[in-house]
């Protein structure tokens, strides 16, 4: 099968959908891997890297896309990268398709092309391996983030996490036990912050709560939301309902009653956010001012750790890549239950999961 690996080009998208190790294994399978001219520049592998593992470097966009039986991308491609697909072509990726644009959906049923969702590559017992270490990711990250915004010079309230005896910690509210919550609650936690997590699952708070001493769990009721996001320094949006935009959880009118130079910071904004008030935003201009509180709504949060987000994805995502490649798309898609799950874009048909539904 020949497969494709091209440069992102999505703002400050410095991931890429395979590295050279997962190049390798695929060339060793007697598979021929295209990739694009500095595909690999933003997480540190060089064309050389690549070549060493057995690809072949391409010059132009149009050419890894076009050759692709199976193209390997990390962002949802957008609309001129669509129409660079032969029609009948696959591509793997974090779609997140609840959120893409209406006429990105129609070119996908028109080209007939096959569009497995990363995020959506569920297993037997409900877990979702590849999206994990990328949560992973986005919680830890959403602390160091939010502890910068907080700082004066950012336009915060001049307030540290935490970890000065005689000084209240900073009070931070994290909407959604899932992976994001459980890995931003322990992030906070270790600076020194007063952490509430919220969430409508009493097994994701039993989990919390026996495994992060300190960190206080709430149920997710709107009373308790706005009960904690009221007197909240940060609020961090965690929720996930994959295949579906994430329920807005914070009005307008909550987020109003926060304190000015407060923090948003929405992790579930890649589904369409959780806070009524949330916005896509760029690593190149992160925040803005809604209702006197900072909002950081960037969606690929960890496309500026490239080499360590795109490491954590091939770790997880190449058994996945080897059964596509190995076994062919169809019969992937037919035998292989993860990745029927996963399958967003099929025979001229896009479909949405709803949790546990298809």
Not at 28 to 48: D, I, M, R, W, Y
Not at 132 to 143: D, E, K, N, W, Y
Request: overall charge neutral.
């Amino acid at each position: 099968m020949n497969i494709g690996i091209p440069k992102e080009r999505r703002p400050n998208e410095y991931r890429v959908g395979l590295s050279p190790a997962g190049v390798r294994m695929l060339c060793q399978h007697g598979h021929t891997c295209f990739v694009e001219n500095e595909a690999g520049k933003g997480a540190g592998f060089s064309n050389l890297e690549y070549e060493q593992a057995g690809a072949r470097i391409v010059f132009s966009p149009e050419e890894v896309f076009g050759r692709a039986d199976l193209l390997l991308k990390m962002a949802r491609p957008m609309k001129e990268e669509i129409e660079w697909l032969r029609p009948d072509a696959a591509f793997a990726a974090f779609l997140h398709l609840a959120s893409a644009r209406q006429d990105k959906l129609e070119l996908l049923v028109k080209n007939n092309i096959t569009a497995i969702a990363y995020e959506q590559i569920q297993e037997a017992d409900g877990t979702r391996p590849v999206l994990r270490p990328l949560s992973q990711i986005g919680g830890t990250m959403a602390a160091q983030t939010a502890a910068r915004l907080l700082q004066n010079k950012w336009g915060g309230r001049g307030i540290l996490l935490g970890m000065i005896p005689g000084v209240p910690p900073a009070e931070v509210a994290i909407l959604g036990g899932g992976v994001v919550g459980t890995y931003a609650a322990r992030a906070f936690r270790g600076l020194g912050a007063h952490v509430t997590v919220l969430d409508n699952d009493m097994d994701a708070l039993q989990h919390i709560s026996e495994n992060l001493c300190g960190v206080v769990t709430m149920l997710s009721t709107p009373h308790n939301i706005a009960r904690v996001t009221a007197y909240a320094d940060v609020a961090i949006g965690a929720v996930l309902v994959p295949g579906e935009r994430s329920p807005i959880l914070v009005t307008r009118e909550m987020v109003r009653t926060m304190k000015p130079r407060s923090v948003i910071l929405d992790v579930s904004i890649d589904q369409g956010g959780c806070f009524e008030t949330s916005r896509p935003t760029t690593h190149d201009n992160p925040v803005y001012i809604e209702e006197e509180v900072t909002h950081y709504c960037v969606p690929n949060l960890s496309g500026v750790v490239a080499r360590t987000a795109t490491y954590a994805f091939v770790n997880a995502a190449t058994p996945y890549i080897l059964e596509l490649a190995n076994r062919g798309i169809q019969d992937a898609i037919e035998n292989v239950p993860a990745i029927k799950m996963a399958t967003s874009a099929h025979s001229g048909m896009v479909q949405h999961f709803a949790e546990g539904k298809r």
